[in-house]
């Protein structure tokens, strides 16, 4: 039997924790336990201990041929217990569609049924060409006719086609990634709003995921959507190498770091990256400091010092606290975190 008692840590709301671990799996979390005689212990030090970071867009495929990065690098050094890679693997930079194939698709799920955990598709100008929203059809269609039911991923960005046109194709429990990009092709219109077929949109059940990336976060779309109450399921860094290593992104601890500075509390963001993407992707034994579950933890502290930070347009801002994270428990196994930033 493998132990391991995780003490003098807190929860987000600042109560004491302490965790007890047993082959891999949460035995018992509390304010303070009884620790079995022999059994290793890891002092947190006054330090947050929450369920395992999940980053649910990620590109961490390293034999992609261009959004590719080492997933140890941006999972468990950064504090991310669970990475899922959004699009870097299958029938990439084909030239039309008639090269997609269900059967293919449906093989794959069949044989990494508990590794496939959802679709992606990519609908914006810049990919699709001329092909307009004919692969939001496609992936549809797939995903009705698919025995396992999987979330569709959908990316946003450049246009034609229309996020209007898009968001009419999708459906309660899809998700659409990249949701505060400041593009012309967003969720804000020309006067400043959010526009109210993504009003209608959020309120039946789409799901709105960060998806930070490159090119596809703006301060201001972020916090005219926080002013018009729709709030972000899932907070996701859509990171690889480059973005990593560049910025604007580095980290998911990072884009935790930007919703604090536009005023969400750590209660607000912690399900974000833990409880809803686990609830959505199905991994049916993450996302909760409970009893039963995984033992993948996430251990870190804030630190009240000013930094910029900048978005995807470039616009910089001082964030006033920054987030850091110290251990990555995965499995009951403790990984020391080294964010580089």
Not at 29 to 52: K, S
Not at 81 to 104: E, M
Not at 321 to 332: E, N, R
Request: with cysteine; proline share 5%.
């Amino acid at each position: 039997m493998t132990e391991l008692y995780i003490h003098n840590g807190r929860d987000v709301s600042g109560a004491p924790v302490a965790v007890l671990i047993t082959d891999g799996v949460i035995a018992e979390v509390g304010t303070e336990l009884t620790v079995p005689v022999g059994c290793p212990t890891l002092d947190a030090q006054g330090c947050y201990i929450t369920a395992g970071w999940i980053d649910d867009h990620t590109h961490c495929n390293a034999h992609a041929a261009l959004y590719y990065d080492d997933a140890d690098a941006i999972g468990y050094r950064t504090g991310v217990t669970t990475v899922i890679d959004a699009g870097s693997t299958g029938a990439d930079n084909v030239a039309d569609l008639n090269q997609l194939s269900f059967s293919a698709l449906r093989t794959a799920i069949q044989r990494y049924p508990d590794f496939i955990v959802g679709l992606k598709v990519r609908v914006s100008k810049s990919v699709v060409g001329d092909n307009g929203v004919e692969p939001l059809r496609v992936a549809k269609q797939y995903q009705a006719d698919l025995t396992a039911q999987l979330p569709l991923m959908v990316h946003i960005g450049s246009n034609p086609p229309e996020l209007a046109a898009i968001i009419a194709l999708m459906r309660p429990g899809d998700v659409l990634t990249h949701c505060f990009n400041g593009k012309p092709n967003g969720i804000v219109n020309s006067t400043g709003e959010v526009a109210q077929y993504v009003r209608k949109a959020y309120q039946k059940g789409l799901i709105f995921d960060v998806g930070h990336g490159t090119d596809s976060f703006s301060f201001r779309t972020a916090a005219l959507a926080r002013t018009a109450h729709l709030f972000p399921q899932t907070l996701s860094s859509d990171i690889y190498y480059r973005n990593r290593l560049n910025g604007p992104v580095y980290s998911l601890a990072v884009c935790v770091e930007k919703l604090l500075l536009l005023g969400y509390r750590l209660e607000e963001i912690i399900p974000m990256i833990t409880t809803n993407p686990a609830r959505i992707f199905k991994l049916t034994h993450k996302g909760q400091l409970c009893r039963g579950y995984d033992a993948d933890l996430t251990i870190f502290q804030t630190v009240t010092a000013s930094q910029i930070v900048a978005d995807s347009t470039g616009e910089e801002r001082i964030a006033p606290t920054q987030v850091i994270p110290t251990y990555s428990v995965i499995a009951g196994r403790v990984y020391t975190c080294g964010v580089d930033k």
